[in-house]
């Protein structure tokens, strides 16, 4: 539905479900809970602003989370950084399985949300994310910020991209954030978006992640010769 018919205890609740101004569950100290008010401090123009993304704050670990879960269909997990423990003969001893937090949406919404995703990619603000090798799908974000608690500073943003890869069937969600970028720069569509593209393009150089999926050709390897080898300093 959209914004203007929810209830402000309806949008509250499944921002919440998405972990919003939630501990997130992170296994390590240091991770904040992001900034969300409930509805009883809510103003009259609140709703239209949180669902553009003022009057809240998350970590990129909520919005990866989240993120994971329209990519997946609609389940939100806890976050994990070791999925096990091997000892020097290479054998487990210990495993840290996935763990369910709740299920945030039903697979259609889900769809659609990618799909939306995709659109933005082909003919919306993250066209600079398009490839011709790959479908990806993705937001933009260019946040003002507020230093002092009395509203947004002039000049100071926050650019960020959210992608997933492929737009279709998800292998991996990546964000890009660049904090104060200068200029024009300020915009996410003109440098958070090109960093996500180079980025997908080294995953499929150097990782297994997009190997199923055709891509560009490459320039041809270059010999080099012994007479243009130099030597090189240890600087460290």
Known sequence: RAVGNLRAEELYRDL??????????????????????????WSGRSKPTISIGQEVAVTPLQLGLALCAVANGGTLYSPRLIREVRDDRGRITEEF???????????????????????????????????????CG??????????????????????TFTGIVPA?????????????????MHYASLSAVPLFKEIVRDIRRETGYLTAVAGP????????????????????
């Open 16 to 41: 919440v479900d998405f972990g919003f101004g939630q501990d997130s569950g992170f296994p390590y100290p240091g991770c904040p809970d992001g900034i969300l008010s409930s509805p009883g401090k």
């Open 97 to 135: 399985p996935p763990r369910v937090l709740r299920k945030v949406m039903a697979e259609p919404m889900a769809e659609l949300l990618r799909d939306a995703m995709a659109r933005v990619v082909d003919h919306g603000t993250g066209i600079g994310a398009k490839d011709n090798w790959i479908s």
């Open 138 to 159: 993705g937001k933009t974000g260019t946040a003002q910020k507020s230093r002092d608690g009395r509203g947004y500073t002039a000049g100071a943003y926050i650019a």
């Open 168 to 184: 279709k069937d998800p292998n991996l969600v990546i964000i890009t954030i660049l904090d104060e970028p200068e200029g024009v």
């Open 217 to 236: 050709r490459t320039a041809p390897m270059q010999v080099v010769k012994e007479s243009n080898l130099v030597t090189v300093p240890d600087v460290l």
